[in-house]
Protein backbone atom coordinates (compact mmCIF):
# COMPACT_ATOMS: atom_id res chain seq x y z
CA UNK A 1 0.00 0.00 0.00
CA UNK A 2 1.41 3.36 -0.33
CA UNK A 3 2.91 5.46 2.59
CA UNK A 4 3.01 9.29 2.67
CA UNK A 5 5.68 11.14 5.04
CA UNK A 6 5.54 14.72 5.39
CA UNK A 7 7.57 16.71 6.59
CA UNK A 8 8.15 18.73 9.11
CA UNK A 9 5.42 16.98 11.21
CA UNK A 10 4.83 20.59 13.02
CA UNK A 11 5.82 24.26 11.85
CA UNK A 12 5.70 27.79 13.81
CA UNK A 13 6.85 30.46 12.29
CA UNK A 14 6.77 34.23 12.21
CA UNK A 15 4.46 35.90 10.20
CA UNK A 16 6.10 37.49 7.32
CA UNK A 17 8.44 34.54 6.74
CA UNK A 18 8.49 31.83 4.22
CA UNK A 19 8.13 28.01 4.43
CA UNK A 20 8.05 24.51 3.03
CA UNK A 21 6.28 21.32 3.94
CA UNK A 22 7.35 18.35 2.25
CA UNK A 23 5.10 14.80 1.35
CA UNK A 24 7.39 12.17 0.43
CA UNK A 25 5.55 8.70 -1.60
CA UNK A 26 7.22 5.57 -1.55
CA UNK A 27 5.47 4.99 -4.80
CA UNK A 28 5.21 6.79 -7.68
CA UNK A 29 1.90 9.68 -7.42
CA UNK A 30 -0.68 9.42 -10.04
CA UNK A 31 -2.72 12.19 -8.09
CA UNK A 32 -1.35 14.59 -5.03
CA UNK A 33 -3.86 16.17 -3.52
CA UNK A 34 -3.08 19.07 -0.73
CA UNK A 35 -5.37 20.05 1.73
CA UNK A 36 -5.93 22.67 4.40
CA UNK A 37 -7.71 21.80 7.75
CA UNK A 38 -8.89 24.29 10.46
CA UNK A 39 -9.04 23.62 14.29
CA UNK A 40 -13.17 22.03 14.08
CA UNK A 41 -13.48 22.36 10.14
CA UNK A 42 -13.08 20.08 7.29
CA UNK A 43 -10.29 20.02 4.87
CA UNK A 44 -10.19 22.65 2.23
CA UNK A 45 -9.06 21.58 -1.18
CA UNK A 46 -5.99 23.37 -2.34
CA UNK A 47 -4.14 21.93 -5.30
CA UNK A 48 -4.20 18.75 -6.92
CA UNK A 49 -0.85 17.46 -9.19
CA UNK A 50 -0.52 15.01 -11.54
CA UNK A 51 1.98 15.12 -13.96
CA UNK A 52 5.82 15.41 -13.34
CA UNK A 53 7.36 18.62 -12.75
CA UNK A 54 3.68 20.31 -12.24
CA UNK A 55 3.57 23.95 -10.65
CA UNK A 56 0.91 25.19 -9.16
CA UNK A 57 -0.14 28.59 -7.97
CA UNK A 58 -3.05 29.89 -5.53
CA UNK A 59 -2.27 33.44 -4.40
CA UNK A 60 0.74 32.78 -1.83
CA UNK A 61 0.74 29.53 -2.02
CA UNK A 62 2.67 27.23 -4.38
CA UNK A 63 1.91 23.40 -5.01
CA UNK A 64 5.02 21.31 -7.04
CA UNK A 65 4.97 17.89 -7.72
CA UNK A 66 9.10 16.29 -8.62
CA UNK A 67 9.76 14.94 -11.72
CA UNK A 68 9.57 11.23 -10.58
CA UNK A 69 6.37 11.66 -8.99
CA UNK A 70 7.23 10.55 -5.60
CA UNK A 71 7.79 13.97 -3.77
CA UNK A 72 5.66 17.11 -3.26
CA UNK A 73 6.59 20.52 -1.71
CA UNK A 74 3.95 23.38 -0.48
CA UNK A 75 5.31 26.72 -0.50
CA UNK A 76 4.26 29.70 1.11
CA UNK A 77 5.21 32.74 0.85
CA UNK A 78 5.04 35.69 3.45
CA UNK A 79 3.11 33.37 5.46
CA UNK A 80 0.02 34.84 7.59
CA UNK A 81 -1.87 33.92 10.61
CA UNK A 82 -5.04 32.96 7.85
CA UNK A 83 -2.58 30.37 6.75
CA UNK A 84 -2.01 28.80 9.97
CA UNK A 85 -3.91 25.19 10.24
CA UNK A 86 -2.96 21.54 9.62
CA UNK A 87 -1.88 20.88 5.62
CA UNK A 88 -2.12 17.43 4.71
CA UNK A 89 -0.88 15.71 1.74
CA UNK A 90 -3.28 12.94 -0.10
CA UNK A 91 -2.32 10.56 -2.66
CA UNK A 92 -4.94 9.67 -5.52
CA UNK A 93 -5.78 6.40 -7.41
CA UNK A 94 -2.97 4.19 -8.35
CA UNK A 95 -1.82 3.19 -12.07
CA UNK A 96 -4.27 1.09 -12.87
CA UNK A 97 -7.49 2.33 -11.13
CA UNK A 98 -8.03 -0.05 -8.41
CA UNK A 99 -7.86 1.83 -5.64
CA UNK A 100 -11.67 3.62 -6.48
CA UNK A 101 -10.83 6.94 -5.71
CA UNK A 102 -9.64 6.78 -2.42
CA UNK A 103 -7.18 9.42 -0.66
CA UNK A 104 -4.37 7.70 1.55
CA UNK A 105 -3.15 10.76 3.33
CA UNK A 106 -0.03 11.27 5.09
CA UNK A 107 0.22 12.70 8.73
CA UNK A 108 -0.37 16.16 8.35
CA UNK A 109 1.79 19.29 9.38
CA UNK A 110 0.25 21.70 12.05
CA UNK A 111 1.49 25.00 10.82
CA UNK A 112 1.38 27.98 13.81
CA UNK A 113 1.99 31.74 11.77
CA UNK A 114 2.70 34.27 15.05
CA UNK A 115 1.50 37.57 14.14
CA UNK B 1 -24.83 26.45 -0.45
CA UNK B 2 -22.67 23.92 1.68
CA UNK B 3 -21.61 21.15 -0.80
CA UNK B 4 -21.30 18.37 1.51
CA UNK B 5 -23.20 18.70 4.95
CA UNK B 6 -22.65 16.32 8.47
CA UNK B 7 -24.92 15.88 10.58
CA UNK B 8 -24.59 16.29 14.25
CA UNK B 9 -21.25 18.08 14.22
CA UNK B 10 -20.48 16.80 17.55
CA UNK B 11 -21.99 13.43 19.05
CA UNK B 12 -21.15 12.73 23.04
CA UNK B 13 -22.47 9.06 23.92
CA UNK B 14 -22.06 6.72 26.44
CA UNK B 15 -19.97 3.18 25.68
CA UNK B 16 -22.31 0.37 24.20
CA UNK B 17 -24.96 2.88 22.98
CA UNK B 18 -25.37 2.97 18.71
CA UNK B 19 -25.38 6.25 16.82
CA UNK B 20 -25.52 7.25 13.32
CA UNK B 21 -24.12 10.17 11.32
CA UNK B 22 -25.76 11.53 8.09
CA UNK B 23 -23.91 13.23 5.33
CA UNK B 24 -25.43 14.96 2.39
CA UNK B 25 -24.16 16.18 -0.61
CA UNK B 26 -25.60 18.60 -3.26
CA UNK B 27 -22.54 18.34 -5.76
CA UNK B 28 -24.33 15.95 -7.93
CA UNK B 29 -21.27 13.70 -7.74
CA UNK B 30 -21.64 10.02 -7.93
CA UNK B 31 -19.21 8.72 -4.68
CA UNK B 32 -19.24 9.32 -1.74
CA UNK B 33 -16.53 8.18 0.99
CA UNK B 34 -16.18 7.93 5.12
CA UNK B 35 -12.89 8.66 6.48
CA UNK B 36 -11.91 8.80 10.85
CA UNK B 37 -9.25 10.86 11.79
CA UNK B 38 -7.45 9.98 14.70
CA UNK B 39 -6.47 11.79 17.68
CA UNK B 40 -3.48 12.18 16.18
CA UNK B 41 -4.85 14.07 13.00
CA UNK B 42 -4.10 10.68 11.07
CA UNK B 43 -7.52 10.28 7.84
CA UNK B 44 -7.92 6.94 6.79
CA UNK B 45 -10.64 5.85 4.98
CA UNK B 46 -13.45 3.91 6.01
CA UNK B 47 -16.02 3.33 3.18
CA UNK B 48 -16.60 4.19 -0.21
CA UNK B 49 -20.03 4.29 -2.02
CA UNK B 50 -20.51 4.90 -5.89
CA UNK B 51 -23.84 5.65 -7.17
CA UNK B 52 -25.28 3.72 -3.80
CA UNK B 53 -22.86 0.81 -3.89
CA UNK B 54 -19.97 -0.03 -1.56
CA UNK B 55 -16.61 -0.28 -3.24
CA UNK B 56 -14.55 0.21 -0.40
CA UNK B 57 -14.79 -1.31 2.74
CA UNK B 58 -10.70 -0.71 4.42
CA UNK B 59 -10.71 -3.42 7.58
CA UNK B 60 -13.36 -1.35 8.84
CA UNK B 61 -15.31 -3.91 12.41
CA UNK B 62 -18.73 -4.54 11.55
CA UNK B 63 -20.04 -2.33 14.35
CA UNK B 64 -19.76 -0.07 11.27
CA UNK B 65 -22.47 -0.20 8.82
CA UNK B 66 -22.88 2.61 6.05
CA UNK B 67 -25.81 3.21 4.28
CA UNK B 68 -26.43 4.87 1.20
CA UNK B 69 -30.57 5.74 0.26
CA UNK B 70 -29.36 7.58 -2.99
CA UNK B 71 -26.29 8.55 -4.51
CA UNK B 72 -26.94 12.13 -2.16
CA UNK B 73 -26.51 10.86 0.76
CA UNK B 74 -24.08 8.48 2.84
CA UNK B 75 -24.56 7.65 6.58
CA UNK B 76 -22.64 5.76 9.37
CA UNK B 77 -24.27 3.88 11.53
CA UNK B 78 -22.23 2.66 14.71
CA UNK B 79 -23.19 -0.35 16.91
CA UNK B 80 -22.01 -1.02 20.76
CA UNK B 81 -19.80 2.36 20.66
CA UNK B 82 -16.56 1.55 22.27
CA UNK B 83 -13.90 4.10 23.66
CA UNK B 84 -11.46 3.76 20.86
CA UNK B 85 -14.56 4.84 18.18
CA UNK B 86 -13.63 8.38 19.82
CA UNK B 87 -12.22 10.34 16.63
CA UNK B 88 -13.48 13.16 14.05
CA UNK B 89 -15.32 11.60 11.29
CA UNK B 90 -15.23 13.56 7.51
CA UNK B 91 -17.22 12.14 4.86
CA UNK B 92 -16.34 13.49 0.92
CA UNK B 93 -17.54 13.13 -2.48
CA UNK B 94 -16.03 13.25 -5.47
CA UNK B 95 -17.66 13.41 -9.12
CA UNK B 96 -16.44 9.40 -10.23
CA UNK B 97 -14.63 7.01 -8.28
CA UNK B 98 -12.19 5.60 -11.34
CA UNK B 99 -10.18 8.60 -11.58
CA UNK B 100 -8.31 12.04 -9.93
CA UNK B 101 -11.56 13.64 -9.43
CA UNK B 102 -11.17 16.29 -6.75
CA UNK B 103 -13.11 14.84 -3.18
CA UNK B 104 -14.70 17.82 -1.34
CA UNK B 105 -14.88 16.91 2.46
CA UNK B 106 -17.75 17.81 5.05
CA UNK B 107 -17.29 20.24 8.20
CA UNK B 108 -16.95 16.42 10.66
CA UNK B 109 -18.36 15.17 13.19
CA UNK B 110 -16.47 14.65 16.26
CA UNK B 111 -17.85 11.43 17.90
CA UNK B 112 -17.02 11.32 22.08
CA UNK B 113 -17.75 7.93 23.45
CA UNK B 114 -17.48 8.20 27.66
Known amino acids: SQELEQSPQSLIVQEGKNLTINCTSS?????LYWYKQKYGEGLIFLMMLQKGGEEKSHEKITAKLDEKKQQSSLHITASQPSHAGIYLCGAGPDAGGTSYGKLTFGQGTILTVHP | DTAVSQTPKYLVTQMGNDKSIKCEQN?????MYWYKQDSKKFLKIMFS???????INETVPNRFSPKSPDKAHLNLHINSLELGDSAVYFCASSLTSGGPDTQYFGPGTRLTVL
Open chain 2, 27 to 31: LGHDT
Open chain 2, 49 to 55: YNNKELI
Open chain 1, 27 to 31: KTLYG
